[in-house]
Structures are given as structure tokens and as C-alpha cells.
């Protein structure tokens, strides 16, 4: 029966953003700034079964290449994630994010107080770390622990 049929078509030249904690490929589009206004083409899947997590999000997107702090920011919300490049509608490259141990310019400090948060120019400075299966970053000029990462995301 084609209605029953699931069709995802393929992407000819872009990336797959795969193995991403189920629920947090929203964020991952947030990262990447795709929204309404986005002529790609994107597909995305959620809560889709998985050995390895028992559950992950899939996000694929036509004409995507990655930018490093993308790719920071992604590693922070999503360890584990696999960065497929696809050319011709194959893999051309697979790699694994990395947790960075330092990033600069992509968390904003929480505490209002903080010197990174004051009228200066100064670019936010963090150090991360993952403790228990959980990212935690570190601000370097007040040692602020942030530990929902997401929501500091600049
Ligand atoms: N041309 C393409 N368009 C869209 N998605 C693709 C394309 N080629 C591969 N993928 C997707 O990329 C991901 C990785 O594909 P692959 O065939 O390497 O699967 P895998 O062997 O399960 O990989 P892994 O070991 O990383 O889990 C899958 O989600 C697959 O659907
Ligand atoms: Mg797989
Ligand atoms: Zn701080």
C-alpha cells in the first residue's frame, strides 16, 4: 500500500546529524539556525529507535556544511552524535563530534556580575568537562558552573 509507505528522500549534497539524544534535535536545528525562513530541504526524526541510546533524533539537511562552533555547540548538547558529510548521496566522511575543552564565544556566563557580561568586549571564555554523563562548562573569569549548557547557548 504506497499511503502507508514512509518516504524520506535522500539528500544529494548536505550533512547527517545523527545520534542525537532523543528530544534534542530541536535544539540542534536551533544551533543551526534552521526555522521557517529556511529554503533546504531538512528531515527530521525523533525518538527513533536505537541499539546504542535505545532512543535518538536524526537531523538531515540538503546544502549543509557544518561550521566549527556549530560543531562545538553541537558536541555540547549532543556527545555522542555522529556528523555524516554526504556528495553524490553517499558518505563521504564520517566522524564523531568532539567534547572542545575550552570554547570562546558560544555560552554567555549566568552571572550577571560576571566580567564577560559587562559593556566591555570581552568574548566569554569556558572551560568543559563531562562529569557523570553530563556536560558541565565552567566560566573561566568567575567560575560559574553551568550545567543546562542549552540555555546559555549564545
Ligand atoms: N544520501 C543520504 N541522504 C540522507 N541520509 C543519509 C544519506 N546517506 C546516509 N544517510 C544517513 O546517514 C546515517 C548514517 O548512515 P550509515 O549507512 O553509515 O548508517 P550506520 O551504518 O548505521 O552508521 P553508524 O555506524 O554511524 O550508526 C543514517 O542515518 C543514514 O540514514
Ligand atoms: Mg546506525
Ligand atoms: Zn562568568
Do not use: W
Not at 514512509?6 to 534534542?24: C, F, N, Q
Not at 541510546?53 to 549543509?64: A, F, N, P, S, Y
Not at 562529569?131 to 550545567?147: F, L, P, R, S, W
Amino acid at each position: 500500500m504506497k499511503e502507508r509507505e514512509l518516504v524520506v528522500s535522500k539528500i544529494r549534497e548536505g550533512t547527517v546529524i545523527d545520534h542525537i539524544p532523543a528530544g534534542k534535535a530541536f535544539l540542534v536545528l536551533k544551533i543551526l539556525r534552521i526555522d521557517e525562513k529556511t529554503k533546504e530541504t531538512v528531515s527530521m526524526a525523533l525518538n527513533v529507535p536505537s541499539k546504542k541510546m535505545g532512543k535518538k533524533d536524526i537531523v538531515k539537511v540538503e546544502g549543509l556544511f557544518i561550521k566549527e562552533d556549530e560543531l562545538n555547540k553541537i558536541a555540547l548538547i549532543a556527545p555522542n552524535a555522529t556528523i555524516n558529510m554526504i556528495k553524490d548521496y553517499e558518505i563521504e566522511k564520517k566522524f564523531k563530534v568532539k567534547l572542545p575543552e575550552i570554547v570562546q564565544g558560544i555560552l554567555r556566563c549566568p552571572n550577571k556580575m560576571c566580567i564577560s557580561n559587562t559593556k566591555e568586549p570581552i568574548t566569554s571564555i569556558f572551560y568543559i568537562k563531562a562529569e557523570n554523563g553530563d556536560v558541565i562548562a565552567k566560566c573561566h573569569y568567575c567560575g560559574k558552573k553551568i550545567k543546562k549548557i542549552a540555555e546559555f547557548l549564545i
